[in-house]
């Protein structure tokens, strides 16, 4: 089965494309550079060209869609003040914004052309609005699932939302399978960034809710999202089933998002802000690389 991974020279992009090599897929690996390590096939593309992403889908039977533009302000814009997010390049995040949009509905419109039937799309947490607000958020119930209303205001989480909505539509009318995995931060194998955010709690204000998900783990999300089957377009929250936090989470969530509703959850254990019942139950993904407590 042959598998093209855009965005395959990333954080997860690396991780998938070696897991799916070494359980005998015929990997293709995207990016506008690569790794010299990078397996399988290696190919670099502009993907904001619809004739190169043409070029790079043909043939393929998945496509898992991880490539995309960083937004800066998305490291350092945090007000703590104001509990909101800062976006002083409107300019450089229109462009960045347009990138994003061009290439996902370029790989998206190729792979249905050239007949793709399983794609896997990366989406995020984001989504929600919790992470880079322009005014002060609460979730309107915790865990999130899923249903949650999806509220962003800020550039890069509008490309996701609007990249679910492009592969909403496409499922409508074409025979294919999309999943969007909506993944939060993603911690490598030593969890040393996670660890360190535990010093200050809210550093960067309450979007991620203290959730994670270790890079073997999202590897993982992204073939058991092509290797199950499911009807049309559907997200999946992906993240551990714990806060990095070592605080019982009724406890946490208390302290520092007052008033919100916490659903049935027991209130000694340790349990995470996003609810990933459904890929659990669809996608038989449990995460398996934790933070200790």
Same mark, same amino acid.
């Given at each position: ?10 954080? /997860? ?22 790794? +010299? ?20 889908? *043909? ?26 997010? @800062? ?5 450089? !995040? ?16 190729? *792979? ?20 880079? $607000? ?5 979730? =309107? ?12 205001? !800020? ?28 993944? $939060? ?11 360190? @955010?535990?010093?200050?709690?809210? +550093? ?10 270790? /890079?073997?783990?999202? +590897?993982? *999300? ?14 999946? =929250? ?7 936090? $070592? ?13 919100? @509703? ?7 254990? =340790? ?8 890929? =659990?139950?669809? #996608? ?5 690389? #934790?933070?200790?407590?």
């Amino acid at each position: 089965m042959k598998v093209v991974v855009t965005g395959a020279s990333g954080l /997860v992009g690396r991780y998938v494309a070696a897991d799916l090599d070494a359980r005998g897929y015929e990997v293709i690996c995207v990016d506008c550079t690569l790794l +010299a390590s990078s397996p399988g096939q290696a190919v670099i593309s502009d993907l904001t060209d619809f004739v190169q992403a043409e070029t790079v889908v *043909a043939g393929a039977d998945v496509l898992i869609h991880l490539a995309r533009v960083q937004f800066p302000y998305t490291w350092d814009g945090y007000d703590a003040a104001t509990r909101t997010w @800062k976006k002083p390049d409107r300019a450089g !995040d229109a462009a960045r914004f347009n990138t994003n949009l061009a290439i996902t509905n370029n790989v998206l419109t190729a *792979a249905l052309a050239a007949g793709v039937k399983k794609i896997v799309m990366g989406s995020s947490f984001t989504i929600y609005g919790l992470y880079y $607000p322009s005014r002060p958020v609460l979730p =309107n119930y915790l865990p999130i699932d899923e249903q949650h209303p999806r509220s962003p205001d !800020d550039p890069y989480s509008l490309t996701k939302l609007i990249g679910e909505e492009l592969a909403g539509a496409y499922v409508s009318c074409n025979p294919v399978q999309i999943a969007s995995l909506r993944f $939060p931060g993603v911690s490598g194998e030593d969890h040393s960034g996670f660890v360190e @955010k535990r010093k200050e709690p809210m +550093a960067r204000g309450i979007g991620g809710l203290w959730s994670y998900v270790d /890079v073997r783990d999202a +590897a993982t *999300a992204c073939r058991l999202a092509f290797e199950q089957d499911f009807r049309g377009h559907q997200s999946f =929250n992906i993240c551990a089933p714990t806060t990095f936090m $070592p605080t019982p989470s009724a406890e946490l969530f208390e302290r520092y998002l007052p008033g919100v @509703k916490i659903r049935e959850r027991d209130r000694e254990q =340790n349990w995470a802000g996003y609810d990933t019942q459904k890929a =659990n139950r669809c #996608l038989g993904f449990k995460a398996r690389h #934790l933070l200790e407590l």
